[in-house]
T-cell receptor
Framework: EPEVTQTPSHQVTQMGQEVILRCVPI?????FYWYRQILGQKVEFLVS????????KSEIFDDQFSVERPDGSNFTLKIRSTKLEDSAMYFC??????????????FGPGTRLTVL | AQTVTQSQPEMSVQEAETVTLSCTYD???????LFWYKQPPSRQMILVIR??????QNATENRFSVNFQKAAKSFSLKISDSQLGDAAMYFC?????????FGQGTELSVKP
């Protein structure tokens, strides 16, 4: 069964460094998402991406964050200058269509980001 | 703005028994989708069950079922014949336009 994959599973970085989190969505999906979960807290929406552009973003997704789909398979989240409070689990998700039966989002296993 | 509330931070159930996890939400939309996700210690997010708001019939997936009360904006999850593998964090989620809004989660423990 197709699944969303994410790399790396765990990333440790120094404050102020740039990180890129990578995701490979399910191949026939059209909508892509990033969520984050600070330890012990709920999952929060960061950004959605469709047709090679951001369709919606949250207040968390400030200028330090960017997303890109550099080719036909990868979907990346970049944090330009990491802060301690960026330490969290980052989930990528993808969805096939805009509505109807196929509206569920499939999540990847997550990347744990630790900022020291 | 839509909100999702799970008022039970922790729940416990005896193996083979039934447990119900509560979720309420607030929205002005009439057509929407609701989900329950399971997050085991691995922290993977696994879809448990889905409910379309326009459907009056409650969704069922094997041992998992929901009690969807649209007027009350309530969406509870019932787990029957609980198994040790059901122990996890459970998140209720509302699909708003192009994103999911999650509740705070309920940590379910299953006692042998």
């Amino acid at each position: 069964e197709p699944e969303v994959t994410q790399t790396p599973s765990h990333q440790v970085t120094q404050m102020g460094q740039e990180v890129i989190l990578r995701c490979v969505p399910i191949s026939n999906h059209l909508y892509f998402y990033w969520y984050r979960q600070i330890l012990g807290q709920k999952v929060e929406f960061l950004v959605s991406f469709y047709n090679n552009e951001i369709s919606e973003k949250s207040e968390i997704f400030d200028d330090q964050f960017s997303v890109e789909r550099p080719d036909g398979s990868n979907f990346t989240l970049k944090i330009r200058s990491t802060k301690l409070e960026d330490s969290a689990m980052y989930f990528c998700a993808s969805r096939r269509t805009s509505g109807g039966r196929y509206n569920e989002q499939f999540f990847g296993p997550g990347t744990r980001l630790t900022v020291l | 703005a839509q909100t999702v509330t799970q008022s039970q931070p922790e729940m416990s159930v005896q193996e083979a028994e039934t447990v119900t996890l509560s979720c309420t939400y607030d929205t002005s939309e009439s057509d929407y989708y609701l989900f329950w996700y399971k997050q085991p210690p691995s922290r993977q997010m696994i879809l448990v069950i889905r409910q379309e708001a326009y459907k009056q019939q409650n969704a069922t997936e094997n041992r998992f079922s929901v009690n969807f009360q649209k007027a009350a904006k309530s969406f509870s999850l019932k787990i029957s014949d609980s198994q040790l593998g059901d122990a996890a964090m459970y998140f209720c989620a509302y699909r708003s336009a192009n994103k999911l809004i999650f509740g705070q989660g309920t940590e379910l423990s299953v006692k042998p």
